[in-house]
């Protein structure tokens, strides 16, 4: 009841949902609301967003771990809600909104980290791409269907993709993985734990905008 497959389409759902139920179930007996939860994970997602823009090893340390626990607690909301059967559209709404705030605002502090204590005024500009383009990314989706337009065309669903294109599509879909939430947390927990996150910061800035415009074309289809 709490994790339909439906929600969980992604294979990176899986270690999270592993956890995630545990929580859930007390938070739900004790009677705690999913929008009370997603007030709490969006507010300890820009605490580590503070953390990880910090000069101590530490606090950015903390911050990468707040941020697991924040999007950990981003299950959690869901599964609270079907437990207690109070899914809502406010609730998905809120959701929305808190992922926007926090991953507009997460690679503008790791940038201005790394601008400032590394002597890299670069990283502002990389940051700022990937901060633009990964949001932005992310609400595609939602102005394709509202613009209602579709990312394949109608004939195309009766139509056998070749081995090549399948092949291509597929190893596509992997390198995407680094650009949902739980690729983008980890590369940001490692790149903190090895103490180099200018890589994350040249890794998102170069491959966002190239992510954020094979995303655009995808919706081409009217």
Not at 49 to 72: D, E, H, T
Not at 82 to 99: C, I, M, V
Not at 183 to 193: F, Q
Request: proline share 6%.
């Amino acid at each position: 009841m709490a994790q339909p497959a439906i929600v969980s389409p992604s294979i990176t759902d899986i270690p999270y949902r592993a956890i995630s139920i545990y929580p859930s179930v007390l938070l739900a007996h004790l009677g705690i609301t999913p929008n009370q939860i997603t007030l709490l994970w969006i507010l300890i997602g820009m605490v580590a967003v503070v953390a990880l823009g910090s000069p101590s090893y530490a606090f950015r340390i903390s911050g990468a771990i707040l941020l697991q626990m924040s999007y950990l607690l981003d299950y959690v909301d869901g599964e609270v809600a079907r437990l207690q059967r109070r899914t809502s559209k406010r609730g998905f709404f809120l959701d929305l909104a808190g992922h926007g705030l926090i991953k507009s605002a997460l690679f503008l502090a790791v940038g201005y980290q790394v601008a400032g204590r590394l002597h890299q005024p670069a990283a502002l500009l990389l940051s700022f791409s990937a901060a633009v383009c990964l949001v932005t990314g992310y609400a595609i989706p939602f102005y394709a269907a509202y613009a209602s337009v579709r990312n394949e065309p109608v004939a195309a669903a009766h139509e056998v993709p070749s081995t090549r294109i399948g092949t291509v599509r597929k190893l596509f879909n992997v390198t995407g993985l680094l650009f949902e939430s739980p690729g983008l947390y980890a590369a940001l927990l490692l790149g903190t734990i090895l103490d180099a996150p200018q890589w994350v910061i040249l890794f998102y800035g170069i491959f966002s905008p190239i992510w954020f415009l094979r995303r655009l074309c995808r919706y081409r289809f009217e």
